[in-house]
């Protein structure tokens, strides 16, 4: 399957909000129903809580921004949770008014050319974000996420690290993350192997009910792979969390 275009990279990102008035959709899977989106939004912020607390991070007061932040979901959990200073920033109009409408500061703009100061955030986080991003213009958000950075800051990612066919996905494998990031004097610190989805790839595709089915099944494995392989790369995982430090 082709990947998206430039322009149809723009358009679809640019719209998506406008399309779909379901704030979890709008964010995860757009044709998906509810229960489908509040799996990946649970395992993703079962995986961040694991690592933050395990590590033992602090981010009260912690200037933390969230780039493509959509609707404002790691806003709230950031702020709510963790009493992090946050502010976000996303290339749709209306997520922004949807986040400023909340109390949010948030901007609209790409993460290829921020309206920060250089060092200005103390930790950064990307939450299968940077996998959307063409191949070409990666390196160029990557480059900027260390500019805002402050030193000793830290990125906070989940991203692809399979060969997804999707045409607005653009995963890497875990060694070329790395190397992207080390590039801009980023270090990784943390990897866990992260959104196993076993019975929803291995269910036959005309299984009835599959979605609701596979979904169900995989709540409980996934939890146990999480644990498994935190502070682990994983093979079969089709994303990784990965902490780089600069």
């Not at 996934?222 to 995982?237: C, H, N, Q, T």
Request: charged share 25%; aromatic share 14%; proline share 4%.
């Amino acid at each position: 399957m082709n990947k998206l275009n430039h322009k149809q990279y723009d358009n679809y990102w640019h719209s998506i909000h406008k399309k779909t008035a379901d704030d979890m959709a709008a964010v995860c899977f757009p044709e998906k129903p509810l229960y489908f989106n509040l799996f990946f939004d649970r395992i993703q912020k079962h995986a961040i809580n694991s690592y933050l607390r395990k590590e033992h991070m602090l981010l009260t007061g912690k200037r933390l921004l969230d780039i493509g932040c959509g609707r404002g979901r790691w806003l709230s959990f950031y702020q709510d949770k963790y009493g992090a200073d946050v502010t976000g920033i996303d290339l749709s109009s209306k997520a922004v008014q949807v986040c400023n409408e909340q109390g949010f500061n948030v901007f609209e703009g790409s993460i290829t050319q921020m309206p920060f100061e250089t060092g200005h955030f103390d930790f950064i986080n990307s939450t299968t974000v940077l996998l959307h991003l063409p191949y070409d213009i990666k390196d160029k958000a990557i480059e900027e996420i260390s500019r805002v950075l402050k030193v000793r800051g830290k990125v906070i990612l989940i991203e692809s690290t399979w060969d997804d066919p999707s045409p607005h996905v653009y995963g890497l494998p875990l060694s070329k993350w790395e190397e992207t990031f080390n590039k801009y004097n980023m270090h990784l610190v943390h990897k866990s192997g992260h959104c196993f989805n076993i019975f929803r790839r291995k269910l036959p595709t005309l299984t009835p009910f599959r979605d609701y089915l596979s979904i169900y099944m995989d709540y409980p494995l996934e939890y146990i792979l999480m644990r498994l392989f935190y502070g682990k790369k994983s093979d079969f995982a089709l994303q990784h969390v990965m902490v780089f430090e600069k």
